[in-house]
C-alpha cells in the first residue's frame, strides 16, 4: 500500500509541476477526462476542458456533469480551470478553440484527447450483422473522427515549443486488446484505432521535439459507472457483492496522475509511441489513487478475471 492521501496532492507528487503550462482536455465533462484534468490543475497547469455539456446545454448522455463543474475542480485543486463547450465532430469549433488557446495562452503544452460519450451506443457480444449500423458508425465516428479533427487543429500549436505532449485516452492496452475481443467489432475497432493513432502520431511528432502515447485507465469508477452500481465514490465497495472483481477499479483520479506524472517528466520521449496503463505508470512515477493503493487492472483482468479465479486484488493494488 502506498502513501495515503484523500486530497488532490496527497500520493501525487507532481504537485506544482507544471505551473505555467497550457493543457488541453479534449472530452473532460466526467470520467476519466475530468479526472485528468484536475490533477493537471493540481500540478498547477492551465486546462482548457471541452466537452458539449456546457452553457446550459447537454449531449445525448442527459447526465448532470458539466465543463464548468470540472473548470472549477481544476482551479480548486490548484490550477485555472477553463471551461469551452465544443463538439469535435465540428472542425469550426475545433478550429476557434485551438485559436483561442493560442490568442489567451499563446502556447500548448499538453493536449489529451479523451473524446468518447458513446456508452450509450455499443451493443455487448453483438456480431457486426446484427449490431445497429447507425450506432456503430456514430461509435467510430465519437472515438476515432473527433480526435483526429482535434489533433489536425491543435498539433501545431503543440509542436510550437518542444517537449509538447499528446496522450489518446483509451480501453486496453496494446497487448490486452490484441488477444482480447471487446464488446463488439465497432467497439473494437474504436478503441484499437486510438492506440495506433498515438503510435503513427509519435512518428510525426519525434522530428518536432513532441512525445505521443496512447494511455489506458483500468476499471474506472466514473460517474456512470458509480450510477450503475448505485453507489458512489464513498461506498463503492457496497457493489462488490454484486461484482466482486470490481475490487480492481480506480479512481479517474488515478489516470489523472498518470497523465500529470508523464507531462512532468524530462524525459517522457523514451515512452514515444507506446501503450501505457495507469497502473503501469503508478510503479515507474512513485504516484498512488485517492485511497493511496496502486491497482494494476491490465494485470489483474488476464491473470485473475479473465482466467476465472475468485475476485481478489491482494497484489495488485
Known amino acids: 500500500m502506498g502513501e495515503q492521501g484523500g486530497g488532490p496532492t496527497g500520493g501525487n507528487p507532481t504537485s506544482g509541476a507544471l ?5 488541453l482536455v479534449a472530452g473532460a465533462t466526467r470520467g476519466a477526462g475530468r479526472g485528468i484534468a484536475t490533477q493537471l490543475g493540481a500540478a498547477g497547469a492551465t486546462v482548457y476542458v471541452t466537452g458539449r455539456s456546457g452553457g446550459g446545454q447537454r449531449s445525448e448522455y442527459d447526465r448532470p456533469e458539466t465543463i464548468e463543474e470540472t473548470a472549477e475542480l481544476v482551479t ?22 485551438v485559436a483561442r488557446i493560442d490568442r489567451e495562452a499563446g502556447r500548448l503544452d499538453v493536449l489529451v484527447n479523451d473524446i468518447w460519450g458513446a456508452e450509450l451506443l455499443f451493443e455487448w457480444d453483438t456480431p457486426v ?11 467510430l465516428r465519437l472515438a476515432v473522427d473527433t480526435h483526429l479533427v482535434t489533433s489536425h487543429f491543435a498539433l501545431p500549436l503543440l509542436i510550437r515549443r518542444p517537449g509538447g505532449l499528446h496522450v489518446e485516452i483509451t480501453d486496453g492496452t496494446a497487448e490486452y486488446n490484441a488477444d482480447t475481443y471487446r464488446i463488439s467489432t465497432f467497439y473494437d475497432l474504436a478503441k484499437a484505432s486510438v492506440i495506433r493513432m498515438a503510435w503513427a502520431l509519435a512518428h510525426e511528432l ?4 513532441a512525445t505521443s502515447v496512447a494511455l489506458t485507465p483500468g476499471w474506472l469508477r466514473s460517474e456512470i459507472m458509480l450510477d450503475t452500481f448505485k453507489v458512489t465514490e464513498d461506498n463503492w465497495r457496497d457493489a ?8 480492481i477499479s480506480e479512481s479517474p483520479a488515478f489516470v489523472g496522475r498518470a497523465v500529470a506524472a508523464l507531462a512532468a517528466d524530462p524525459e517522457v520521449s523514451r515512452w514515444s509511441g507506446r501503450s501505457l496503463s495507469s497502473g503501469q505508470l503508478a510503479k515507474e512515477y512513485g504516484f498512488t489513487d485517492l485511497d493511496g493503493s496502486r491497482p494494476d487492472a491490465w494485470r489483474y483482468l488476464p491473470e485473475v478475471q479473465d482466467a476465472g479465479g475468485p475476485a481478489d486484488a491482494t497484489g495488485y493494488r
Open 76 to 97: 480548486a485543486a490548484g490550477g485555472r480551470g477553463i471551461p469551452v463547450r465544443v463538439d469535435h465532430l465540428e472542425a469550426e469549433q475545433v478550429r476557434d478553440l
Open 206 to 209: 519525434r522530428p518536432h521535439g
Open 240 to 247: 462488490l457483492a454484486e461484482q466482486p472483481h470490481f475490487c
Open 129 to 139: 450483422w446484427e449490431h445497429s449500423l447507425d450506432r456503430g458508425l456514430r461509435m
Open 19 to 23: 505551473t505555467g503550462r497550457v493543457a
